[in-house]
């Protein structure tokens, strides 16, 4: 048998695993990474308790000694961007679901979209009382980062939704593979718009960093397999969908021989509005992110083409057991969550959002 196998009794000298030294140390697995290779932002007192459990293990050969808890006395702060609309409610509800199936409390809250000052104060706050585990959507920020460290270093699993952020070692990333999302919906959108004309692409704010990976994604597809479309300069309209409608109204204006676009944020009944009032409602291809009870009524009136989606069911689910799971000794799922490509004909009676 593999020393290394999670079913098998440790030896006198060995090299304990990452994950026993986490279980007898009481820290995640990250926290003990940080501290086997010398990294900093791990306080003092953690770093001997994560020492003294890797000698014992070593020295001893014995498995960890957990203290047995009741999976049901975990409370899991969930922290969100951005205030309710169609895909955030969806995507609560799925929390709450996921919550209660795993038999766990949920304290979940809307952080203002974009707002560093607002985010970094409920993430110090959930560090201040030792949350049993933080699920939050990162703002790419330096402050951002850091006070998702210093819940790191306390020993408080943390997972990334929907958005990762670099030089942090999470206990896991829940969400697509933005760039490879964005690559398929500007895949699409050359294909629906016979590779010629000009498009254009809308996205919600940098901040965030997989809009960025999904700007990015789409605009090297376009440009490298469809050279001879025009892309247009990016549109940022915060997921606002008056900001989207007057964008859009003003794009037309413009283009009046606009040929496509992709959304890869929120708000697009701003631009089904201003499509439907120019008389261009499936005359422009358009691609969209998220299937919400409006885009799901779109695609079925033709507006929109077609909607590249992620399970908020499934990611939900795995954020949370990643949570569970790590207190119960297990390591997380890896993966991203699939990208799913809908159109009008194969929607199915469950995505309804509901």
């Not at 890797?54 to 960890?64: M, N, Q």
């Not at 790191?152 to 490879?180: E, F, I, K, M, Q």
């Not at 999904?214 to 915060?238: C, H, K, M, Y």
Request: with cysteine; charged share 25%; hydrophobic share 40%.
């Amino acid at each position: 048998m593999n020393k290394n196998d999670a079913s098998g009794p440790s030896s006198v000298g060995a090299k304990p695993r990452i994950v026993d030294i986490a279980l007898q140390a009481g820290v995640s697995t990250a926290t003990v990474d940080r501290v086997l290779n010398g990294r900093p932002g791990v306080k003092g007192k953690t770093v001997s308790k994560v020492r003294d459990a890797a000698e014992w293990l070593a020295k001893s050969g014995g498995r960890p000694t957990v203290v047995a808890s009741s999976l049901k006395a975990l409370t899991i702060d969930i922290l969100l961007a951005g205030g309710p609309g169609f895909a955030n409610e969806i995507l609560m509800r799925e929390f709450h679901r996921a919550s209660r199936l795993a038999g766990v409390k949920l304290n979940a809250r809307f952080a203002p979209r974009a707002n560093v000052a607002a985010l970094k104060e409920a993430l110090e706050e959930c560090a201040a009382r030792r949350s049993d585990g933080v699920i939050v959507q990162p703002i790419e920020h330096r402050l951002i980062r850091d006070a998702v460290l210093d819940i790191v270093s306390r020993g408080v699993p943390v997972v990334c939704a929907l958005t990762t952020l670099p030089g942090v070692d999470s206990l896991a990333y829940c969400g697509l593979d933005n760039r490879a999302a964005g690559r398929a919906g500007a895949l699409l959108l050359g294909h629906l718009c016979a590779r010629r004309g000009k498009v254009a692409v809308f996205m919600s704010d940098m901040l965030y960093r997989s809009h960025e990976e999904r700007e990015s994604g789409a605009r090297s597809v376009l440009r490298t397999d469809f050279p001879q479309i025009e892309v247009l300069p990016s549109i940022n309209t915060r997921d606002n969908p008056d900001t989207c409608y007057l964008e859009t109204h003003e794009l037309l204006k413009r283009h009046p021989d606009l040929a496509g676009m992709i959304n890869l944020g929120g708000g697009n009944r701003g631009i089904e509005k201003a499509l439907l009032e120019a008389g261009k409602g499936g005359d422009v291809a358009y691609v969209a992110f998220n299937l919400t009870p409006l885009t799901r009524k779109a695609l079925l009136d033709g507006t929109i083409d077609a909607v590249v989606h992620q399970d908020m069911g499934r990611l939900s689910r795995r954020a949370v057991d990643a949570i569970v799971g790590h207190h119960a000794g297990q390591p997380p799922e890896s993966g991203y969550i699939p990208a799913e490509i809908i159109m009008r004909e194969n929607i199915r009676d469950t995505d309804r959002g509901e």
